[in-house]
C-alpha cells in the first residue's frame, strides 16, 4: 500500500444496523455539514466555499438541481447537507497527481471501491494510458489535446465516437461539446439525462408539447394547496425542498408522499435555519401511500375512475369543462379507458386499498390548484412513459397546468442536466435547433440521429465506436449490466475523462485512455479576457449565473470550455471562432441566443441577480405545442412489471451518504444504517416466508428473459417498505439490471422494477 493509502477509509467488516430516524435534518445535519467542510476543505477555505454557495453572486451547487430563492430571500446558509458534502468533496485540498498514479497501478486502483477513488482528491495534470501500460503517466496539454484529435479526425465515420456529458456541465461548456461533436459530424451525444427523466421528457412531450415541468418554486411555497409527491425522497436527494414544503404546509397546504419506503423528511423537518423548526420542526406529510413498486400506473388510473365516477354523479363538480374543451382532445377515448378499469386490478397493482385511493381523490377535489412532483422512482420502469402521461392526465381533468400552485414538476437530480438538454445535448435534437447551427456557423450538422447511453453501449459492446470521449460523470458506474458495461469500455480503442476526480470509469479503458483534469464549478476562472462567469438551468427553467470563488486546484488544471475548444481548435483550426469563446464565454452566449430560443439578451439577463425564467408556453399562456396544438389526454394500459413465483421487485437508491455515483462515506443515517453500504431492505413478512431474518447474509439475484445475474454478500435488514418490494443501493445494484431491461420509448434502464431472488449466501 502506498503511503498515500494508509488513511484511506473502508467499509465495516459488518454494518451496523439502528432503527430508521423519524425526522430529517435538525442538528446532526449542520454537524455532518461542518465535519465535511473542516475536514476536506479546513476552516478558511471551507467558510470562504460556503459562504458563496448558491449565492446570487457566488457559485451554483454541483449537486442537485432545486431552484434557489429570489435573491432576496437567501440564507447566509443557502445550502444544505448534501451540498456542502458535495462542495466540500470537490473542494478538497487533497491531490491526484503524478506521483500518486506513479504509486498506483491501474490493478491496485481497480481494487478500492468507488467512495476510497474519489478520496483520494482531485486530479492535477493531466494523464496518459499508452497501451498495453499498468500505469497512467503524465502529458502535456499540447500533446494529450493533439492526441485525441488525431484520433478523432483520423475514424473513417465520426459514428464511431461517443460524447457523453455529465449534468454538472455548464451551459457554455455543453454548447461547445455539441457543437464540435457535430462540427465532426455526429449526433451520438449520450447523456445522464437518458438513465433519469429521459422518460418524463418523452411523456409530456406527447402530451403537453414540451419535455420540462411547467411549476415554479413560487408556486409550490405560495400558491398550491395540495402537492403530491410520488417516487422521490426529498430528505436525502433535494434536502432544501424540504424547506419549500414546510412553507408551504404552513400556509395550509396538505403533501401526499408517495413511496414504498417510509422516509424521514415525510415524517418530520427540523429546519436548522429558525429557532421554530430547529427545536419543534414539522410534519411534511399528511399521508404517506406505501405503494408497491411500480404501482404509480395503476394509483393514478384509479384516481382518475374515482374523479370520473364523481364527475358523473354530479355533473360540473369535478372536471374543469371549459378547460378541457377549449384547450385539450382524447378525453371521450380516456373516459371509455377509465370506466373499463376494475378494482381488484387497480389494487393488486398499486399495493393500495380503494379506501386509499378515494380518500386521496376526496383530497384531490377540494384542492383548487394541485402540483405533481416526481423522480426516479417513476423513471426507472418499463411504463414509466405512460405512468407519466396519466399523471398529465390527472392534472388536465381538473385544469391543473397552466394556471398558479398547479402542474408537473419532474425534480431533476443533477445541476444542469436540465440546461444541458436545452443546450442541445441530445441525441436527436429537433431539426429547428440544427438549422438555427448551420444558419449561426455555416457547416450543415447530421441530421441522423445518435445513439442515447442504452444504444451507445451496445455499439461499444459491438465493436462500433473506436473513441469515447466524456465530459465529466462516471459513466461506467451510472449505467446498468455493470459487467457488460465495463467491457463495453474496454473495447474502444481510446477512453477520454474531462473530470474533476479519479473514478471508476477511468480504469475501465480504452487500449489508449486519456485524463484530462477540469475546473470545478467553486473555482476561478480566468481566461484572457479575464475572470468568467458561467450558467445553469435548474428544475424549474430559471437560467442564472455561477462565479467560481476559489484558487484552482493547479495551474495545469482547465476549464471545460478550455479543454474543449481547445480540443476542437486542434481538430478543425480556428475556422468557427474557438479561441474567441474560450477567451471570453460571452462570446459563447451571444452564439447561443441566436440558436436557442428562449435566450434574447442572454448575456445581460444572465448577469441579473437571479438570472431568468425560460419560457413554457403550457404555464405562460395555456399554449399547448402538440401536432394538434392541444393537450393530449391518452389512453394507458395499466400494466406493472411480472415478478415471477418465488421472487421479490427490487429497486435501487441512493444513501445518505451519497450524491448519484458520487460516494461521500458507508452511512445512510436516516435509514439506520453505519458502515456499509451492501445491505437490502426487505419486508420482515417476506423475510419470514423464505426461512430468513434480519442480520441474514444474501445473495441477490436477478431474474430475466437472458438469464440471472448475482450480487453476493448483502446483508439483510427488515425494513418497513411495501410486501413484495425490496431496495438495495445504486450503484452496487447495477449489476442486477439487464442492459436491454428498459422504458418503452425513452430507453431508460429500468433500475426501480427489477425481479429479483434471495438466496442465502
Not at 374543469?320 to 378499469?341: I, M, T
Not at 479576457?529 to 486546484?553: C, I, K, T
Not at 442572454?602 to 425564467?613: A, E, K, T
Amino acid at each position: 500500500m502506498a503511503d498515500t493509502d494508509t488513511n484511506m477509509p473502508a467499509p465495516a467488516d459488518e454494518p451496523r444496523v439502528e432503527p430508521p430516524k423519524r425526522s430529517a435534518v435538525g442538528i446532526p445535519g449542520v454537524a455532518q455539514s461542518v465535519r465535511y467542510a473542516y475536514e476536506e476543505m479546513g476552516p478558511v477555505r471551507g467558510l470562504r466555499a460556503l459562504s458563496r454557495l448558491n449565492q446570487a453572486d457566488g457559485f451554483d451547487c454541483p449537486s442537485c438541481a432545486w431552484p434557489d430563492p429570489a435573491p432576496g430571500d437567501r440564507k447566509t446558509a443557502e445550502f444544505c447537507e448534501n451540498g456542502a458534502k458535495a462542495v466540500s468533496w470537490e473542494a478538497t485540498r487533497k491531490r491526484v497527481d503524478a506521483e500518486f498514479f506513479a504509486e498506483h497501478s491501474i490493478e491496485q486502483l481497480r481494487a478500492m471501491d468507488d467512495h476510497q477513488l474519489e478520496w483520494h482528491g482531485r486530479l492535477s495534470a493531466p494523464m496518459y494510458l499508452a497501451p498495453d501500460a499498468t500505469h497512467y503517466a503524465p502529458i502535456d496539454w499540447d500533446d494529450a489535446l493533439r492526441l485525441l484529435a488525431d484520433r478523432l479526425t483520423a475514424l473513417p465515420d465520426p459514428n464511431r465516437a461517443l460524447f457523453y456529458t455529465s449534468g454538472r456541465a455548464s451551459n457554455e461548456a455543453a454548447f461547445v461539446y455539441q457543437l464540435l461533436a457535430r462540427r465532426l459530424g455526429t449526433n451520438n451525444m449520450p447523456d445522464c439525462s437518458n438513465m433519469c427523466h429521459e422518460s418524463s421528457g418523452a411523456a409530456l412531450s406527447q402530451t403537453i408539447g414540451i419535455g420540462k415541468g411547467t411549476v415554479t418554486l413560487e408556486d409550490i411555497e405560495h400558491s398550491a394547496e395540495l402537492i403530491l409527491i410520488a417516487g422521490q425522497n426529498p430528505g436525502t436527494n433535494h434536502p432544501r425542498m424540504l424547506t419549500a414544503l414546510e412553507r408551504a404546509k404552513r400556509r395550509g397546504a396538505r403533501i401526499i408522499a408517495i413511496n414504498p419506503l417510509p422516509e424521514a423528511g415525510f415524517t418530520r423537518f427540523h429546519n436548522p435555519q429558525t429557532p421554530r423548526g430547529l427545536l419543534a420542526g414539522t410534519q411534511i406529510a399528511d399521508r404517506l401511500l406505501p405503494i408497491r413498486l411500480n404501482g404509480d400506473l395503476a394509483l393514478f388510473s384509479g384516481i382518475n375512475k374515482v374523479l370520473l365516477e364523481h364527475e358523473e354523479t354530479l355533473p360540473g363538480s369535478v372536471f374543469d369543462h371549459e378547460f378541457l374543451e377549449r384547450y385539450c382532445d382524447g378525453l371521450d377515448a380516456a373516459k371509455a379507458h377509465w370506466e373499463s378499469l376494475g378494482w381488484p386490478r387497480i389494487e393488486e397493482l398499486s399495493g393500495l386499498t380503494r379506501e386509499q385511493i378515494e380518500r386521496t381523490a376526496d383530497d384531490v377535489i377540494s384542492a383548487r390548484s394541485v402540483i405533481v412532483c416526481w423522480a426516479m422512482g417513476l423513471t426507472q420502469h418499463p411504463n414509466s412513459v405512460p405512468t407519466i402521461r396519466e399523471i398529465v392526465n390527472f392534472l388536465l381533468l381538473r385544469g391543473n397546468i397552466g394556471r398558479p400552485g398547479a402542474g408537473p414538476a419532474p425534480i431533476r437530480g443533477h445541476s444542469n442536466v436540465q440546461g444541458d438538454r436545452t443546450m442541445g445535448i441530445w441525441e436527436k435534437m429537433p431539426d429547428t435547433f440544427l438549422d438555427a447551427l448551420r444558419d449561426e456557423f455555416g457547416f450543415e450538422p447530421p441530421r441522423e440521429h445518435g445513439t442515447d447511453t442504452v444504444d451507445s453501449i451496445r455499439a461499444m459492446r459491438d465493436g462500433k465506436v473506436d473513441v469515447f470521449v466524456a465530459l465529466g460523470g462516471n459513466f461506467a458506474v451510472a449505467t446498468p449490466d455493470t459487467a457488460v458495461t465495463e467491457a463495453a469500455m474496454r473495447n474502444c480503442a481510446l477512453t477520454a475523462h474531462i473530470a474533476t476526480k479519479l473514478n471508476r470509469s477511468h480504469l475501465q479503458h480504452g487500449r489508449e485512455a486519456l485524463l484530462l483534469p477540469c475546473l470545478g464549478r467553486s473555482e476561478r476562472d480566468v481566461q484572457a479576457s479575464g475572470e468568467q462567469l458561467v450558467s445553469v438551468e435548474d428544475s424549474m427553467s430559471m437560467v442564472h449565473a455561477s462565479r467560481g470563488r476559489l484558487l484552482p486546484p493547479a495551474p495545469t488544471v482547465r476549464s471545460e470550455v478550455a479543454i474543449v475548444t481547445g480540443l476542437a481548435e486542434a481538430m478543425f483550426g480556428d475556422e468557427l471562432g474557438w479561441r474567441a469563446m474560450r477567451d471570453d464565454y460571452s462570446v459563447i452566449r451571444g452564439h447561443i441566443e441566436r440558436v436557442v430560443p428562449g435566450f434574447h439578451a442572454y448575456d445581460d439577463r444572465v448577469r441579473q441577480p437571479g438570472g431568468f425564467l425560460l419560457p413554457r408556453p403550457p404555464h405562460d399562456s395555456r399554449e399547448f405545442p402538440t401536432a394538434t396544438g392541444k393537450a393530449r389526454l391518452t389512453v394507458n394500459e395499466m400494466t406493472a412489471t411480472d415478478v415471477p413465483d418465488g421472487c421479490l421487485l427490487m429497486q435501487s437508491l441512493r444513501s445518505h451518504d451519497q450524491f448519484n455515483t458520487t460516494v461521500y462515506g458507508y452511512d445512510d443515517r436516516y435509514r439506520g444504517i453505519h458502515g456499509g453500504r451492501r445491505v437490502v431492505f426487505v419486508n420482515p413478512a417476506d423475510l419470514e416466508s423464505r426461512g430468513m431474518r434480519d442480520g441474514d447474509k444474501v445473495d441477490l439475484v436477478s431474474v430475466w428473459k437472458d438469464g440471472e445475474r448475482r450480487a453476493s454478500g448483502f446483508r439483510a435488514v427488515a425494513y418497513p417498505t411495501a410486501k413484495g418490494c425490496v431496495a438495495t443501493y445504486f450503484p452496487e445494484a447495477n449489476v442486477l439490471v439487464p442492459l436491454d431491461f428498459v422504458a418503452e420509448t425513452s430507453n431508460t434502464p429500468a433500475s426501480k422494477s427489477v425481479p429479483v431472488r434471495l438466496e442465502k449466501s
